[in-house]
């Protein structure tokens, strides 16, 4: 069973704002992921993460920043929320040797 | 070119009544895997079933199996007996070099009592 969590589960929130999303996993994983997914579309890759201090971007471009000072921790960060980043975002991790990704339960964020 | 096509944007099945969702993959590498997830109406992505480029056999999870034909560049999801509970959002999803997954545009199963 995997364990990831993130929060929070909805946000509803005005233009402008700071906002991170929070990822954690109590696996152990060294990869973990961020998704970009409109509703009945499919995922985009906008981050991801191979350990510690290592970040890179996905396929799709995005306003957003990600850090990883913690094995476990993988926050998303959007430092002026405008209309356009209205979406569910999903955290993710997986262990070596190319195992499946475990998702967490989405952030379902909206914009006003 | 779509690294990932699932051809079938909805479906509809009888309960009890087995259904195949479609997927082919186009890569050039020779080690590739492929996942199958399903994301029921609460948004979260449940992992079902994986099948590794260099797996001779069709690998099976209870009900799901994946239909593996290589040379087709296919994958298919093979889902036995479908109950109420299988509707939902179904992506195909290919991990090539790297860890990162592409993920096919989904299909929607509706089981229909």
């Known amino acids: 069973e995997a364990d990831i969590y993130q929060t929070p589960r909805y946000l509803v929130i005005g233009t402008g704002k700071k906002i991170t999303l929070e990822c954690s996993q109590t696996?152990?994983?060294?990869?973990m992921y961020w998704y970009q997914q409109d509703p009945g579309m499919e995922l985009h890759l906008i981050h991801y993460?191979?350990?510690?201090?290592?970040?890179e971007k996905g396929d799709l471009s995005s306003e957003s920043t990600v850090s990883r000072i913690r094995t476990e921790h993988f926050p998303l960060t959007l430092e002026s929320a405008r209309p356009s980043h209205t979406s569910q975002y999903l955290c993710?991790?997986?262990?070596?040797?190319?195992?499946?990704?475990?998702f967490g339960d989405g952030t379902r964020l909206s914009i006003l | 070119a779509q690294k990932i096509t699932q051809t079938q944007p909805g479906m509809f099945v009888q309960e009890k009544e087995a259904v195949t969702l479609d997927c082919t993959y186009d890569t050039s590498d020779q080690s590739y895997g492929l996942f199958w997830y399903k994301q029921p109406s609460s948004g979260e992505m449940i992992f079902l079933i994986y099948?590794?480029?260099?797996?001779?056999q069709n690998a099976t999870e209870g009900r799901y199996s994946l239909n593996f034909q290589k040379a087709r560049k296919s994958a298919n999801l093979v889902i036995s007996a479908s109950q109420l509970g299988d509707s939902a959002m179904y992506f195909c999803?290919?991990?090539?070099?790297?860890?990162?997954?592409?993920f096919g545009k989904g299909t929607k199963l509706s089981v229909i009592p």
């Open positions: 993710a991790s997986s262990e070596g040797g190319g195992g499946p990704q475990h």
């Open positions: 696996m152990g994983h060294d990869k």
């Open positions: 993460s191979y350990g510690v201090n290592s970040t």
């Open positions: 999803a290919m991990r090539e070099l790297g860890y990162q997954l592409t």
């Open positions: 099948q590794g480029s260099y797996d001779e």
